[in-house]
């Protein structure tokens, strides 16, 4: 099941790590796990982010630079009774888009890559520009003073589940119930269903 989820093509995997607005960054010291919600941007292939230069995060990255980072976006919820008419609850289930990404943190200390790393974090979370160019003077104090590091990877992986293993039978039954409570995420879901089970 695990396998059919899988998604090989690399166009689709970059355009979903590029549509997700955040993430979870995952460090462990000293077999101490720590997780962090985290806003990023892929740039040439890597992950950056960026934040204070002091804290947890940072102090964590200096002792241990692997992680791993994880990006999840949910669709529908799928109540059991939406699969099946027999009482069992093992086919309640989740479909969504998911992405994880191992390897080794770099901090960015090149102003211009900084420059750089802040321009296309800028043109993904406000799109409508209406900014100086983060090379403009103005810019220049609060870019030296603010922390920015990437992911370099090493493995990614991302998957889909959108009932792409279904029979016709519960397939049928999936759409009806999405149709039938028909809210925005449902019909959002009911699209990428269909356009899943026509590539199939």
Known sequence: MKKAFTIENQQIVKRLISENEYG????????????????????KGEIYFHGAKKGKKIEMIKENAFASFSMVEA???????????????SPATHLYKSVIIDGEIEFVEDFDEKVRGFTALMQKYQKEGQYLPLSDEIHKKIIKATAMYKLVPTETSAKIKFGQNYNKKRYARVTEHLEKRGTKKDLETLELMRMYHEEK
């Open 24 to 43: 979870t960054l995952a460090l462990c010291v000293d077999n101490k796990p720590y997780s962090v919600p985290i806003n990023y941007v892929e740039y």
């Open 75 to 89: 669709y529908s919820l799928l109540p059991s009774y939406f699969s099946t008419e027999d009482g069992k609850a």
